[in-house]
């Protein structure tokens, strides 16, 4: 064979061998590109599903009692009167002039200070309430409306929240002609007592939600004190002292 001619075909067979490599080549790289990459740490921890969230502890019912007339946690209603029937703290402070547990005095304070502070003041339209002058409030209430009516606002005494010093009526200086009103609900002291009292430890024990529960017609006058974590526990359920402890309530005993 010339020798052109075996330069020709040597030429032609580096050339086939080269493009047979080079297609391997390329093949190989075609799969690696397909191939997943490795994941990094940061992938992997993006990708994992997220870990469980431990539950927070339940609340803790029992820290407080429910039947001692001094506990902030004290039940009182048409079901469970306070006992001793002559109950009163002693010693007794003083807000505003106005007589009140000691237990509950610097929450009321810090609560009517921040209503003021926020352009809302308000003031004390009544507090602790003896067994004997709530029996004459009672009385008076019944001759003017007649017992039916009159027990489905006014406690007999030995049952008033304000026997035990921890509950407190407030009153509008804006629209003092609805003290002791369904209406207070829209004045500007009762909208501000309706998102703020939770902070200080107070709830508006009576609303028109729970009267089957309480017994009680709606007043978002009436305020009780039952500290602030058992108040934002009874906002967050929305529940009432009788259903959280599973105590009874409703009406008086037949």
Known sequence: MPARHQRWVLGAVVGLGLAALGGCASTEASATDRAPLPSSPTAVAQAAPPAEREAPPAFDLTAH??????????????????????????????????QVSPAAAPALERMLAAARADGTPMRITSAFRSHGYQEGVHEATVAR????????????????????????????LSEPGCNFDACFAATREGRWLAQHAVEHG????????????????????????????????????????????????????R
């Open 65 to 98: 009692s429910t039947t001692d007339p001094r506990s902030i946690w004290v039940v009182v209603n048409k079901r469970l009167p306070i006992t001793p029937a002559d109950y009163r703290p002693d010693p007794m402070a003083i807000v505003e002039g106005y």
């Open 202 to 253: 107070f709830v508006i024990r009576y609303t028109e939600a729970t009267t089957d529960v309480t017994g009680y017609q709606p007043e978002p006058w009436h305020l009780r004190y039952v500290g602030r974590p058992l108040a934002a526990e009874l906002a967050r359920t929305g529940a009432t002292l009788e259903e959280t402890f599973g105590l009874p309530g409703g009406d008086y005993p």
């Open 145 to 172: 409306l007649g017992r039916p009516a009159a027990e489905r606002i006014s406690a007999r005494p030995g049952h008033s929240e304000h026997q035990t010093g921890l509950a407190v009526d407030l009153g509008s």
